[in-house]
């Protein structure tokens, strides 16, 4: 009854979901001035010729049936006369036989443009037909239920007079509060004791991981992938476990220095009672943590592979080859920039009002030209300012893009920048074809030098000839993939070498043509710092190597497929795509903790291609916990002061400098020391 899961519990109408989806009249009327004979309902004017004709038919009889001229713009109609055009007659009753041809009858009424709309979208098993209507659709929160997804009968049972929907809708601490401080009578301690006894250690577990900023009704699909591990990790303190091997992958992502010991601590509890707790981390506090280190290196891809240092903290300090160690032990370091970059009060980009979620009605000036960094602790509304209210409202601008930006009152100074790019850690490309080469542009200049070999000019070979995506220059018998999947049916599928072109893509012809004694198959295996020096001689091809290499990623094949790329190594291929462009100074760049996944000298160098970027005249807007990249940034926007309900609010703004002397910051309390040259984690 209590459950969206539930057939008896969920919400009639969205079944559990808590949104709809839903015909938008903006996007079905995008320019009410134009009339309906001119095709002002877009679904209309987009439909095939057999249905314009039909809508045409149509159009007339609405006009008789509701005496209106189809000719007048859209938005000069009387308001009655939209309202009913659109949501149709209230005593319309759809009868069994009703065909899309029986629209404008007299008998059941007239069904209305949206409702029409709705049902085809609901009703058809045609997938073209969903894609298409699907393009004239938002997602809303449902009116029934209000976004609870639980049906009216569920909604209204109260405990200590809190309905279930207002107890999920609290955050973690405040639920701790709540089940802490229930009053309940006799009988129903008796009923509840065991129930609330269980309900507050589950949330102690959460709070212990950092968590307590979390609402529990917060859907999973919206949770970063450090707070789903760190629920998980909760979870499993919440069992009770010994004697069991835990393997976590950078749990302390998305983590506030001020949360960290929490999280260090829980970690320390799983291995004190008798469990083995193995952490793939590159934060500095969690290294030092370890009862044992292991380093790899020393560099990266083919570069590394191997153990460089071993054992306790000291012993990684004193090792002269690790990298890690000489960051750890200040011999190496993130130095704190000698001037910044001064912002200018004239060229601010500012978001006013926003009260996207738990945001106090804020208004935030992001200065053009400078790279700018928002902290905060955990929860504090940083991804709300961000991701849900300025991307958006940057992509519809620039792109037209159909994605509602957050609660705002309005954007000034988006006139003072010509684009939007966001710069994540998702993969290039979705398949092996992808690789860096192409991803940049490059392979198409080096396919372009093969074709004007003599070689090539003599067989009569084209550009596409060396590709491996087109017939022709490819291995056929693996479609130029260079690999054959061979399916295991309930075992994971495994991957082999094509045996014809021994994972080389290409045909034994192809592979004929050689520039420098190289063909094609040897060129995608070139490291980016083998074939910068390879076509050291070709100024079209060095210059975006050079940006490849500047960023770090020498190490890299040419045609490594793009899903072997860490998150770290797509996010630097893809500012250095960026950097091999013409740049237009008037870019604002948006990256949500870029350093997830980065070691502190990897970290070094995505610093300096971003201040690359900011050089050229650009903006760097930067979500980031990192002390490193905050240190650095010319501008600090600091919101807090707490995550939740008790964040939301702006704290401090200015240099650096500034916001470290701000006494309601935790951010300055971990920053001030590091801005001070002394040792902080």
């Not at 001229?69 to 759809?94: A, I, M, S, Y």
């Not at 073209?128 to 049906?151: A, H, Q, Y």
């Not at 072997?564 to 949500?592: F, M």
Request: hydrophobic share 35%; proline share 4%.
């Amino acid at each position: 009854m209590f459950s969206f899961n539930s057939p008896y519990g969920a919400c009639p109408k969205c079944h559990g979901i808590g949104t709809v989806i839903e015909m938008d009249i903006n996007l079905v009327i995008p320019d009410q001035s134009v009339s309906l004979r001119d095709w002002a309902v877009m679904p209309w004017r987009k439909a095939g010729r057999h249905f314009r004709r039909y809508y045409s038919r149509l159009i007339g009889k609405l006009g008789r049936k509701f005496n209106f001229d189809p000719n007048t713009p859209f938005c000069e109609l009387p308001e009655e006369t939209r309202k009913v055009l659109l949501h149709g007659e209230q005593h319309h009753k759809r009868s069994g036989t009703e065909d899309w041809q029986e629209q404008a009858g007299d008998n059941e009424g007239y069904e209305g443009i949206i409702p029409q709309l709705e049902r085809v979208f609901r009703e058809t098993s045609s997938e073209l037909m969903k894609r298409w209507l699907s393009e004239f659709t938002t997602v809303s929160i449902c009116d029934r239920c209000e976004g609870t997804r639980l049906r009216l009968e569920s909604r209204m049972v109260t405990v200590a007079g809190k309905r279930i929907q207002d107890v999920t809708g609290m955050s973690i601490k405040e639920a701790k509060h709540f089940f802490s401080t229930i009053a309940l009578t006799e009988k129903e301690q008796v009923i509840a004791v065991e129930i609330i006894k269980e309900i507050r250690s589950r949330l102690d577990f959460l709070s212990d991981v950092g968590l307590d900023y979390l609402t529990l009704d917060r859907q999973s699909s919206t949770l970063s992938g450090g707070e789903a591990q760190r629920i998980r990790l909760a979870t499993q303190i919440g069992a009770g476990l010994v004697g069991v091997l835990y393997v976590l992958d950078e749990p302390s992502i998305g983590l506030h220095q001020r949360d960290n010991h929490r999280l260090i601590e829980t970690l320390c509890r799983l291995r004190d009672i008798g469990n083995t707790v193995i952490v793939v981390e590159h934060d500095e506090a969690l290294i030092r943590c370890a009862d044992h280190i292991i380093d790899l290196g020393p560099g990266a891809g083919r570069h590394g592979g191997y153990v460089v240092a071993e054992g306790p903290l000291d012993d990684i300090l004193a090792a002269e080859d690790s990298l890690t160690g000489m960051f750890l032990s200040g011999k190496k370091s993130i130095e704190v920039p000698r001037q910044r970059k001064q912002p200018d009060k004239k060229m601010m980009l500012s978001i006013k009002g926003a009260r996207q979620n738990n945001l106090k009605n804020i208004t935030v000036d992001i200065p053009i030209g400078l790279f700018t960094c928002i902290t905060g602790v955990s929860g504090s509304g940083k991804s709300s300012l961000i991701d849900d209210i300025l991307r958006p409202a940057l992509f519809q601008h620039f792109y037209k893009s159909r994605e509602k930006a957050g609660l705002h009152k309005a954007i000034t100074g988006i006139d003072l920048i010509d684009k939007a790019i966001v710069i994540d850690q998702s993969p290039i490309g979705r398949t092996p074809r992808s690789n860096p080469a192409t991803y940049i542009g490059l392979f198409s200049i080096i396919r372009s030098l093969f074709e004007k070999t003599p070689e090539a000019k003599m067989r009569g070979y084209k550009m596409g000839r060396f590709s491996f995506n087109v017939k022709g220059g490819r291995c056929e018998a693996c479609k130029g993939d260079g690999i054959i999947k061979i399916e295991m049916h309930f075992l994971p599928d495994v991957y082999v070498d094509c045996e014809v072109c021994k994972g080389r893509r290409y045909n034994r012809e192809t592979l004929e043509v050689k520039y420098r004694n190289r063909n094609i198959a040897d060129v995608l295996e070139f490291t980016v710092a083998e074939a910068l020096d390879f076509f050291a001689n070709i100024p079209a091809i060095k210059n975006k190597l050079q940006t490849i290499y500047d960023v770090g990623l020498g190490y890299i094949k040419l045609g490594q497929p793009a899903t072997t790329l860490s998150g770290g190594e797509a996010q630097r291929v893809k500012l250095a795509e960026q950097l091999s462009k013409k740049a237009t100074g008037k870019t604002i760049y948006l990256l949500d903790e870029p350093t997830t996944g980065l070691h502190f000298d990897d970290i070094h160098k995505l610093l300096s291609v971003l201040m690359k970027l900011r050089e050229s005249g650009n903006t760097i807007v930067v979500i980031e916990h990192n002390l490193d990249v905050i240190k650095t940034a010319d501008y600090l926007i600091d919101l807090g002061p707490e995550g939740g309900d008790n964040g939301g609010s702006l704290v401090a703004c200015g240099a650096p400098e500034v916001v470290a002397a701000c006494d309601r910051s935790y951010t300055a309390q971990y920053l001030k020391p590091m801005l001070e040259n002394k040792v902080s984690v």
